[in-house]
């Protein structure tokens, strides 16, 4: 008898700018077959980008199936589903403004996925990122290694492409991490960072740095602000679908993302941005990176902002 092997499948909850780069970068990858979600509303949108991102596949050679849906029977037994619902940012709105008109959406999705797709791994994108995890776990039920948050994969990849771009380096050789909430309390880690192994405050002096690192916070809304309506999509997207990868590929790889904490970094019962390990088991294990006391500080305030934000959600 002869065993198939079945493409993974990805579901994709909300078709707006975010959602329909992940099931472009999905299907150019050959990551599995790929379901677009928006509510009834907007299924002409999930239905049109399916076809015009399917349309494409004899030009970039991927055989991906794409389905545009607002029907969740359609994401039945989804692998990997990236949530992107919910209403994005406008100018002079911080990402904490969003909270009681995403939740209600969040409310909405967890039910659907609890029915449709138990043992999936969900990543959350919509902001407040840090609360909206935790409301996902908690609505949905599923284990806390199995939901995490996009947001450290991004800011981390906003501060290696600014340290290269000062430096005049490929981004490939940067490595640095940031650390905290999806927000203006995040830690960008200097202490740790590195080009090509030599340690970053020696290629570049402190106000350089401090430059970069208040750049790094405000970079959503620097995005946000230039756009002037809607906010960034593009690296959001490629964070999330690094992710989703390194979990279906079984990578273990070192990826900042939320993930509930369990005592490390000195918290308990919420979900903060972290470096963890991302594989087949989901978030498999978080990694403890030595602080200096300033940034041991910074993650205690930016926990602080979210543990205030996640008391306050009612669930």
């Known amino acids: 008898m002869t065993h198939f092997h079945k493409r993974p499948k990805i579901a994709l909850i909300g078709a707006g700018q975010i959602g329909g780069i992940m099931a472009l970068l999905f299907a150019q990858k050959q990551l599995g077959d790929i379901v677009l979600l928006d509510i009834p509303a907007m299924e002409g949108q999930a239905k049109g980008k399916a076809l015009d991102i399917s349309e494409g596949r004899a030009i970039d050679g991927y055989d991906a199936e794409i389905l545009g849906t607002s029907n969740y029977d359609d994401v039945a037994g989804a692998d ?17 403004d969003l909270i009681g008109i995403n939740l209600e959406i969040t409310r909405d999705v967890a ?64 490595q640095a991490l940031t650390l905290g909430g999806h927000g203006d309390t995040m830690v960008p880690l200097l202490s740790s960072a590195a080009v090509g192994g030599v340690p970053i405050t020696e290629l570049l002096d402190a106000d350089t740095l401090g430059a970069i690192v208040k750049r790094t916070r405000k970079a959503g809304g620097e995005i946000v602000g230039l756009l002037g309506n809607g906010s960034a999509f593009f690296s ?80």
Request: charged content about 15%; some cysteine; overall charge negative.
């Open 111 to 174: 039910g659907n996925l609890k029915r449709v797709a138990p043992d999936a791994f969900v990543i959350v994108i919509t902001n407040p990122l840090d609360a909206k995890v935790y409301a996902m776990q908690q609505l949905t039920g599923f284990p806390t290694n199995m939901v995490c948050g996009m947001a450290g994969v991004l800011d981390s990849a906003r501060l290696r492409f600014f340290l290269a771009d000062a430096l005049d380096v490929s981004v490939s050789n940067v």
């Open 236 to 315: 959001p997207a490629a964070a999330a679908v690094q992710m989703a990868t390194a979990y279906l590929h079984d990578n273990k790889a070192v990826l900042p993302a939320a993930a509930y904490l369990n005592g490390e970094y000195g918290h308990s019962g919420f979900y903060l941005g972290v470096p963890t390990i991302i594989g087949a088991g989901g978030i498999e294990r978080v990694i403890e990176v030595p602080l200096t006391a300033a940034e041991k500080d910074g993650v205690d305030t930016s926990a602080a902002a979210v543990s205030k934000l996640v008391n306050g959600i009612e669930l």
């Open 80 to 96: 990997v589903v990236v949530v992107t619902a919910g209403v994005p940012r406008k100018p002079g709105m911080s990402r904490d």
